[in-house]
């Protein structure tokens, strides 16, 4: 995974107490010991209650986040504990989440799809990253999927638990920033598209608050930019407030009505299908691109599979992670409009300073390699079910002086882009 051009490549926990030196009410005492038993026993973290925020509707969210939970941590056959702190299930692979889901209830993982015409067979052997989860030689059987275990403090960071393990909504990129995202992208748009291909190199950005990322992603868009918008997403991010900490993880996400309701990050709803045993989605990546050091990237294919008509995921040399069914959406059942790549940030501080979190690997694309972040053989699947150069990529910063892009084209790179930076800096106040 090594590449290159000179290689080509984070409610406060405490004991329940009370001051002022009387004695605790034990109905009260037998209350509170009895709400986090109950978590610990429905494999949660146990959480403390805040005396401050009425008990009603405390004990409501804690019924709320324990059905949450009990439908997305399916029964394992082997758990597997990351040197980061997740615990990776291997579930069966057809007790996955996206069984739940009424039109897939009752049915089995796609056997292989058609690829992009020239790419050879599929390598279900291959591995494309290293995943901390696997570096002590773990693995998830055959016929299993590996898959992180959400936890209490997970749907406890979210803004609400409706709201968990989605994406605030209009993170799209149309023509300008909007609801604080903002990107640094190059796309193309106006005709038909049936996939993506590129490679992008990993980072971990930081972060100025919790409750924003950064993310490099690629995008598969069709509809329009209002509340139907269909977006297929996936790369790596940073989110401290969808993780608990600052690793740089591997991702995908999906919506068909512009992030309002529908789709999620990764397995957290039902609507991805995972079909290999070996990639944990939402898992830590391992190594990362460093500053004037080696440069590790990852390669991901999106296509929509002719025969039948789902949109598969490959991560690397030919690794097929698994497939959106069609009939999650509007506009992608048939094609996109619109392909994206690039990065996205989430400046909370709207009005004020602009916010420190970085973009790609925190530096301006002015620097080139091995010190900003690239995408490099930037490719789109036509009509044929070939791959192409896009002839009419358009670049743009929503705020260049924040982070920007510069694109260019070489024998080793094919068409290729820098992009990023710092965020907030003496010209980006």
Not at 33 to 53: D, K, Q, R, Y
Not at 346 to 362: D, E, F, I, K
Not at 399 to 421: D, E, M, T
Request: aromatic share 10%.
């Amino acid at each position: 995974m090594q590449t290159g051009l000179e290689g080509r490549r984070k409610r406060n926990s405490s004991a329940m107490a009370f001051s002022g030196g009387t004695a605790s009410p034990p109905i009260l005492v037998f209350f509170f010991a009895f709400l986090l038993v109950a978590a610990a026993a429905a494999e949660l973290s146990p959480v403390a209650v805040n005396s401050t925020i009425p008990v009603g509707v405390e004990l409501s969210n804690m019924r709320r986040i324990r059905a949450r939970l009990k439908r997305l941590n399916k029964p394992p056959v082997k758990t597997i504990k990351s040197p980061e702190g997740d615990l990776i299930d291997c579930v069966p692979s057809y007790l996955q989440p996206a069984f739940d889901h009424p039109m897939l209830k009752g049915q089995r993982p796609l056997g292989l799809p058609e690829r992009p015409n020239g790419l050879p067979p599929p390598n279900l052997n291959a591995t494309e990253i290293l995943q901390w989860w696997v570096i002590g030689g773990e693995s998830c059987p055959e016929n299993t999927v590996p898959v992180r275990r959400t936890t209490t403090a997970d749907v406890l960071r979210a803004s609400s638990v409706k709201r968990f393990a989605k994406k605030p909504a209009m993170t799209f990129q149309q023509d300008s920033s909007s609801g604080g995202h903002e990107h640094a992208v190059g796309y193309v748009m106006g005709g038909t598209y049936y996939g993506v291909k590129a490679s992008m190199n990993v980072w971990s950005p930081g972060i100025a608050s919790p409750s924003e990322f950064s993310l490099s992603q690629v995008w598969v868009i069709a509809g329009s930019f209002g509340h139907d918008l269909n977006s297929i997403e996936a790369g790596w991010q940073v989110s401290p407030e969808l993780y608990g900490d600052s690793h740089p993880r591997f991702f995908t996400y999906w919506t068909t009505d512009a992030y309002q309701a529908t789709g999620c990050y990764n397995l957290l709803c039902s609507g991805f299908v995972q079909t290999n045993n070996k990639i944990a989605i939402g898992a830590a990546i391992s190594p990362v691109s460093t500053f004037n050091g080696g440069q590790f990237d990852i390669t991901l294919l999106i296509w929509k599979d002719p025969k039948h008509g789902n949109w598969w995921l490959e991560l690397g040399p030919g690794l097929l992670v698994g497939y959106w069914p069609s009939f999650l959406f509007s506009h992608l059942a048939s094609h996109a409009s619109m392909v994206q790549f690039g990065g996205e940030v989430v400046n909370t501080r709207l009005g004020g300073a602009h916010t420190a979190t970085q973009m790609g690997s925190g530096h301006f694309s002015s620097l080139g390699f091995r010190r900003a972040a690239y995408f490099r053989n930037l490719q789109l699947v036509d009509a044929d079910n070939s791959l192409v150069v896009p002839s009419n990529l358009h670049l743009l910063a929503d705020r260049p002086l924040c982070y920007g892009i510069i694109g260019g084209v070489n024998s080793a790179w094919g068409k290729f882009f820098f992009y990023g930076g710092p965020g907030r800096n003496p010209r980006c106040p």
